[in-house]
């Protein structure tokens, strides 16, 4: 945040940041919440096994992350849910399908900005493996793990981490 020092109203280097939520300018009356934004991320699991997708871009390229994105204004999360997986992986779901499981809070550091989300969790259970069509500019691969042998420490964010821990404890 130490990146953004000039006011956008009264165009002085008077920006002051909180570390928390807010900006504020010193010079004028000018305000700016930085507020918590709403991202899904979604269980894929068949059987035993659960999907990943390795990111191809930053932050945590090259490591495994769940289908997901963030929330669009106007859009429930289930909808986002469908959207981010028609995206992500050409697949069509009904966004009524998904199961809430939880959510956690998570930092997402993005050009210098660290932006704080809050990663809701939603299950997608599925009969069989299926093919996808991949967004190669986010994501190099995909794969199928065994929730027993789960590598946390290949896992690209924080709260994705916490929540499967807790998530293959419990099944």
């Given amino acids: ?10 165009g002085q280097e008077k ?8 900006f504020s300018c010193s010079n004028c009356d000018f305000v700016l919440y930085h507020n918590t934004a709403a991202a899904v991320a979604v269980i894929i699991k068949h059987q035993d096994e659960l999907f990943f997708t390795v990111r191809n871009q930053e932050p945590g390229k090259g490591k495994w992350d769940l289908p997901g994105g963030f929330t669009d204004p106007k859009e ?3 909808v986002t849910c469908s959207r981010e997986l028609n995206e992500e992986l050409g697949l069509n779901i009904n966004p009524e399908n998904f199961k809430y499981l939880g959510s956690q809070p998570n930092i997402y550091p993005y050009k210098n900005i660290d932006y704080n989300t809050l990663d809701l969790f939603y299950l997608y259970e599925v009969e069989k493996k299926f093919e996808i069509q991949l967004e190669e500019s986010e994501i190099s691969e995909t794969i199928w793990i065994k929730a027993s042998e789960l590598d946390l420490d ?3 964010f924080e ?7 807790n998530y293959i404890t419990k099944n």
Avoid: G, H, Y
């Avoid at 920006?15 to 807010?22: C, E």
């Fill in 15 to 22: 920006l002051l940041w909180n570390n928390i939520t807010k």
């Fill in 159 to 165: 709260s994705q981490k916490r929540f499967l821990k």
């Fill in 76 to 78: 429930t999360s289930e």
């Fill in 154 to 156: 290949k896992i690209a």
């Fill in 1 to 10: 945040m130490e990146n953004l020092k000039f006011c956008p109203k009264c």
